[in-house]
């Protein structure tokens, strides 16, 4: 069976194990969270379950491209979803999401530079979007800043599986993903070099300042340096600094917003995981207080409500031509991950409503 129809098939599976009855939401302020089980990032994905892990992997295409670069390449950015690929691998312990997520590997390292960032070719029916403004310099390099927190979450994930280190089914594997060693460590010393850059450039934006403390963190324990990590965690704490005081949220352009929100609290949870809980009291503080506000904009109905954002609302914020929607995968993730942590199995079946409601 091929991996598209075995996804699709765990998929089905896991609908049919989904809870029809959704309760209405909880009341964060009467049932204040809690994490009561520290799970690593592995035991975080496994507790998600297989069948729908199946729902959101993205299959590269022939050539290993993702997302936007399936209509031709443009920048190493859009090769986000390779983490699905990978968080998939690792729970169902399957070689051929192996083979996809190295093509994903591959064809993103092909377009490295010499100083360790990729290149960039905006396709023709992006460029003739009416307003289209080429991203600048300090955007390409947030945007590479994106593809090292999602490589680097796989490359901790896959070293840190038995499976994928001991089994004889993945030598090959591991043969060819340590070949791109050399490829990792230009990333990370042109990320270690754009230290300002970053700082500068993503200095209001909490979502960015985690996708970037996400990449300097683990592609430095991936890669044993120390002085990555140590940025990482600097880069965490002005994420932190940008929480509300009071309500908890992350501040987005002077004020709340709940897509964004839902974005930071992703990030955060995940580089939680793997920072392994180490003198983190104050992230877990401050990770929880934003998440019981992102509960608190979930509506009865599923939807998770955008009055009063500053970004993403009816007539907010565009990219490349088309108007932000609310991205609710990342919070139905973030009520996964909660689910786990806090021991609380309404948070699972506020997940599902809020999946139903946008699908």
Known sequence: MKLRDSLMALFFLSLLGCNSNATEGIE?????????????????????????????VEIPNAEGALGRNKDGYFHVRFQLA??????????????????????????????QLESGDFEISIPPHIANISGFVPPSAEDLTSGTAFFASSLGISLVS???????????????????????????????????????????????????????????????????????????????????????????????????????????????????????????????????????WQISRILNSGEISTEGNTRVFPGGESFLGQEKRVDYAKTIRTLLYLKSLTNKDELAVLAEKVLNFYN
Not at 40 to 50: F, R, S, V
Not at 186 to 205: F, M
């Open 28 to 56: 964060p302020e009467d049932d204040p969270l809690i994490i009561t089980e520290r799970l690593n990032y592995d035991q975080l994905i496994e507790k998600i379950g297989i069948g729908r892990l199946a729902s959101i």
């Open 82 to 111: 390779m983490t699905t690929i990978s968080d998939y691998a690792v729970t169902a312990k399957s070689t051929e999401a192996l083979t996809e997520f190295l093509r994903a590997v591959n064809y993103s390292f092909e377009r």
């Open 158 to 292: 896959l070293s840190r599986s038995d499976w994928f280190m001991n089994s004889d089914e993945t030598l090959n594997f591991r043969t060819q993903l340590e070949q791109y060693q050399s490829e990792i460590e230009l990333l990370l010393n042109y990320l270690i070099s754009s230290e300002s850059i970053l700082k500068d450039y993503d200095q209001s934006a909490p979502n960015r300042l985690l996708y970037d403390a996400l990449g300097y963190f683990t592609l430095g324990k991936y890669l044993d340096r120390q002085d990555a990590m140590n940025l990482g965690i600097e880069f965490l704490n002005l994420a932190l600094a940008l929480s509300h005081p009071e309500e908890g949220y992350f501040i987005e352009n002077n004020g709340w917003d709940s897509s964004y929100n839902g974005v930071a609290l992703q990030l955060g949870f995940e580089l939680l995981s793997l920072m392994e809980y180490e003198n983190t009291s104050q992230m877990e503080s401050t990770l929880l207080a934003s998440a019981s």
